[in-house]
């Protein structure tokens, strides 16, 4: 009998497989337990180490989660679908609304860890806001937790000598954020350009968004311009690869 690709795949792995189309039909829906250890172990007669590699496959993947004592559940938190193009739309923040309200919907973001400082620009922060060597920033570094799940780190950058005295230098910026008060100031955004790419997590990135380890990061490095192409923000955000969905919709 000849061999398939299926069988060459390690036992782990398509027992992986099985759980996660298990999970796709239905037959666990959000916050069903998974089977244990000891029942796929018997299920499949593979060792405790196999089991648990299948298991952790999808808790890698953030199709599944453990909790202390009570083994691992298929993941219930719904995905951020995070609309790259409309969110940053003028008639967003321009309206007195968080960029982010474009993308949680109705669901509860918390914005915690807020801390607000004046520092020395970053080698390559000061190129990007050409800057000289002595001048300052204001540092804006947040987390966002929705539902009790951490899921974005950002630290924003922004010339002190623009932002000194303003609400930016508050942890509250006020209604629209960072871009209505920079349009207050003279220097509203008309042009954004967001780059992004994807690596593991640091320690430090691991422990403050509360991800596994093999879950990867996105990373969005934005930069705000305002007229003239004059750069007024770099905005360095950290995404739970798991937590997101990047969506962009635009005109041909």
Excluded at 140 to 158: C, D, G, H, I, M
Excluded at 169 to 194: I, M, N, S
Excluded at 211 to 237: K, Q, Y
């Amino acid at each position: 009998m000849a061999t398939t690709d299926d069988d060459r795949r390690p036992k782990y792995q398509r027992i992986a497989d099985s759980l996660r189309e298990a999970i796709q039909s239905g037959e666990y829906g959000p916050g069903d337990r998974l089977p244990g250890e000891n029942e796929l172990m018997a299920t499949h007669g593979v060792a405790r180490m196999t089991a648990r590699q299948a298991l952790s496959v999808l808790k890698d993947e953030g199709v599944a989660e453990s909790r202390k004592g009570a083994g691992v559940f298929v993941r219930s938190f719904r995905p951020l679908r995070r609309r790259g193009i409309q969110r940053l739309s003028q008639q967003q923040w321009g309206s007195g609304q968080s960029i982010w309200s474009a993308d949680i919907e109705n669901r509860t973001l918390v914005v915690d860890q807020v801390t607000v400082s004046e520092e020395r620009a970053p080698q390559r922060i000061g190129q990007f806001l050409d800057l000289a060597d002595e001048d300052a920033v204001c540092v804006r570094r947040r987390r966002f937790v929705l539902e009790e799940k951490p899921v974005l780190l950002a630290t924003s950058y922004l010339p002190m000598s623009m932002v000194a005295g303003s609400a930016i230098t508050q942890e509250d910026t006020g209604p629209g954020g960072t871009y209505a008060r920079l349009a207050e100031l003279g220097y509203k955004p008309v042009h954004f350009r967001e780059e992004i790419r994807s690596r593991m997590p640091t320690k430090d990135e691991a422990a403050q968004l509360g991800i596994s380890a093999g879950t990867p990061v996105i990373l969005i490095c934005r930069t705000a311009f305002a007229d003239e192409g004059r750069p007024v923000e770099i905005n360095e955000m950290t995404l739970d690869a798991a937590s997101y969905v990047l969506e962009y919709d635009f005109d041909a």
